[in-house]
C-alpha cells in the first residue's frame, strides 16, 4: 500500500510540476476566447441598446486583446525556452571548467 502511495504522490508531483508551465497549444485560445467573450458583450449591448454595430466592434475589440494576449504568451513561452537553455549551457561550461 504505501509504495502505491509513494508513486501516487511522484506522479502528482510531475503533474503539477509540468502543468506549471504554460504550453504554446493554449496560445491561441486567448484569440478565441476574445472574440467570443467580447462579441457576447457586443451583442448584449447591442440589444439593451438597441443598436447594431457593437457586435462587430466586440468582435474586433475581441480579435485585437486575444491577439495581443496570445504574442505576449508566445513571448513568455519562448523566453522561458532560451533561459533554460542558456542556464544548461551555463551548467555543462561550469562542470567542464572545474574538472
Same mark, same amino acid.
Given at each position: 500500500?504505501?509504495?502505491t502511495?509513494?508513486n501516487v504522490r *511522484?506522479?502528482?508531483?510531475? +503533474?503539477?510540476?509540468?502543468s506549471s508551465?504554460?504550453?504554446s497549444? +493554449?496560445a491561441p485560445s486567448?484569440?478565441v476566447a @476574445?472574440v %467570443? !467573450?467580447? &462579441?457576447?458583450?457586443g #451583442?448584449? =449591448?447591442?440589444? #439593451?441598446l438597441g *443598436? /447594431? !454595430?457593437?457586435?462587430?466592434?466586440g468582435v %474586433?475589440l @475581441?480579435? &485585437? =486583446? &486575444?491577439t495581443?494576449m496570445m504574442i505576449?504568451q508566445?513571448?513568455r513561452? *519562448?523566453?522561458? $525556452?532560451q &533561459?533554460? *537553455? /542558456?542556464?544548461d /549551457?551555463?551548467?555543462?561550461?561550469n562542470? $567542464? $571548467?572545474?574538472e
Open positions: 500500500m504505501s509504495a502511495t509513494a *511522484t506522479a502528482m508531483a510531475e +503533474s503539477s510540476a509540468s508551465q504554460p504550453r497549444s +493554449s486567448y484569440l @476574445g %467570443l !467573450f467580447y &462579441g457576447a458583450v #451583442w448584449l =449591448l447591442d440589444q #439593451w *443598436t /447594431r !454595430f457593437l457586435v462587430a466592434a %474586433l @475581441g480579435a &485585437g =486583446l &486575444g495581443y505576449v508566445l513571448n513561452l *519562448t523566453a522561458d $525556452e &533561459g533554460t *537553455t /542558456r542556464t /549551457r551555463t551548467d555543462q561550461t562542470d $567542464e $571548467e572545474s
